[in-house]
């Protein structure tokens, strides 16, 4: 039996179905085998206009382990053990849901700025926009005159996430506008849009540019449930890389499955809310993404690497 062979028959045997070996190499100096661990994780997917039909698809995970063999191609102690190669597909698994709800951020940003809870959070940068169209310039005494301790503090924060996406540059005793906002204004001259469609392409780029920023150092748990929700109806669509239609009871159970219980009402209000601003579509009592959201979505996907772990300084 070839080397090849006996490897993947010993993986299989060891590790479970889940888990194979990639081609094994022999290493002269050490005269081992070694070859590297994966596993083509299997998820089912089910539309349910049609519950008799599942749809399987399998999420690639390279580099979770080696295994070593000697020339005799028996097994060595080194090899990674099986445990620590289940808990590394379950961890990067959960990378692999983070990752959605990156891409479902990414390419909807320009659709939840359309939502008034979202523009009603972003009033801080509204305000800094809107001054900087009227006077070119905001000073640091006009940004904190007569707020509160606890405001100015939140006042400094939204400037310096402006400022680190280039939307304000820092001047003597103040700011003025970045290239990105100048960038934008006159993008949006150039189509003849109105000054709101300037200040949601400025929001579009602040979500989509710093989503992480905003849920942990922001702490948007207002706005959460929304991108939870529209995450739970693009998952097993990016997943199928097709269109996948679900019903409220699924949506509610998936959310409750990665996020935690959503309130009836809520998840009524925000999928209404959703659908009126076009990030989603419903067709009778089924809920969807849109063609046109799932396929920049999945160009996205499919500029991202392969999951796997870190690669460890040595």
């Known amino acids: 039996?070839?080397?090849?062979?006996?490897?993947?028959?010993?993986?299989?045997?060891?590790?479970?179905?889940?888990?194979?070996?990639?081609?094994?190499?022999?290493?002269?100096?050490?005269?081992?085998?070694?070859?590297?661990?994966?596993?083509?994780?299997?998820?089912?997917?089910?539309?349910?206009?049609?519950?008799?039909?599942?749809?399987?698809?399998?999420?690639?995970?390279?580099?979770?382990?080696?295994?070593?063999?000697?020339?005799?191609?028996?097994?060595?102690?080194?090899?990674?053990?099986?445990?620590?190669?289940?808990?590394?597909?379950?961890?990067?698994?959960?990378?692999?849901r983070g990752r959605t709800e990156k891409i479902v951020v990414q390419a909807s940003a320009d659709y939840f700025v359309r939502i008034p809870e979202f523009r009603h959070f972003f009033t801080p940068i509204e305000e800094v926009v809107d001054?900087?169209?009227?006077?070119?310039?905001?000073y640091d005494d006009d940004a904190m005159k007569y707020r509160p301790i606890n405001k100015q503090k939140r006042t400094n924060q939204y400037l310096k996430l402006l400022e680190g996406l280039n939307f304000i540059r820092r001047v003597d005793d103040g700011y003025e506008s970045g290239e990105m906002f100048l960038f934008l204004l006159k993008e949006c001259e150039t189509k003849g849009l109105e000054e709101d469609e300037f200040r949601n392409a400025i929001l579009s780029e602040v979500i989509r540019k710093r989503y992480s920023a905003l849920r942990d150092v922001f702490e948007i748990s207002r706005l959460q449930p929304t991108i939870?929700?529209?995450?739970?109806?693009?998952?097993?669509?990016?997943?199928?890389?097709?269109?996948?239609?679900?019903?409220?009871?699924?949506?509610?159970?998936?959310?409750?499955?990665?996020?935690?219980?959503?309130?009836?009402?809520?998840?009524?209000?925000?999928?209404?809310?959703?659908?009126?601003?076009?990030?989603?579509?419903?067709?009778?009592d089924y809920w969807s993404g849109t063609e046109k959201l799932l396929s920049n979505m999945l160009d996205i996907k499919n500029e991202m690497p392969e999951l796997a772990p870190p690669v460890m300084a040595h």
């Open 1 to 96: 039996m070839s080397a090849q062979r006996t490897i993947r028959s010993f993986v299989l045997h060891n590790y479970g179905n889940l888990i194979s070996a990639e081609t094994p190499e022999f290493d002269e100096q050490k005269k081992t085998w070694v070859a590297r661990i994966k596993s083509d994780y299997p998820i089912v997917l089910q539309d349910d206009r049609t519950p008799d039909k599942r749809i399987v698809r399998f999420i690639p995970i390279r580099g979770i382990g080696k295994i070593h063999f000697n020339e005799n191609l028996k097994p060595l102690k080194e090899s990674t053990p099986r445990e620590e190669c289940v808990k590394t597909i379950q961890t990067l698994i959960e990378v692999w």
């Open 131 to 138: 001054h900087l169209l009227e006077h070119h310039v905001i």
């Open 228 to 284: 939870h929700i529209d995450s739970c109806i693009y998952s097993p669509s990016l997943d199928a890389e097709e269109l996948i239609h679900l019903s409220k009871q699924t949506i509610a159970r998936n959310y409750k499955e990665s996020y935690g219980r959503i309130n009836p009402l809520t998840l009524t209000h925000i999928l209404r809310r959703l659908r009126c601003v076009g990030a989603i579509s419903r067709s009778e």
